[in-house]
């Protein structure tokens, strides 16, 4: 279960909740009792990545890797 932080708009306390992820947040200030508290999100929970996906061309096909140009081939081994 994880744990919300949650800090209050009209007292500025801060609190921490086990909640279900199901469940709503809560907007109720345990010290002020005004519905005033807002769920942090805190980056240790949520990993964020900024809208940078890879746009590789894969799939365009050809580019065959090349391999042995000059050098010496020789393979150890049991040559089957
Ligand atoms: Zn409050």
Do not use: V
């Amino acid at each position: 279960m994880p744990t919300y932080n949650y800090a209050c708009d009209a007292c500025g306390h801060s609190f921490e909740r086990e909640q279900r992820i199901s469940e709503d947040p809560i907007k109720k200030c345990p010290k002020c009792g005004k519905a005033k508290a807002r769920r942090m999100i805190s980056a240790g929970n949520f990993i964020l990545k900024g809208g940078g996906w890879y746009s590789d061309g894969y799939g365009s096909g050809g580019g065959k890797p090349d391999g042995g140009s000059s050098g010496g081939s020789s393979s150890s081994g049991s040559s089957d």
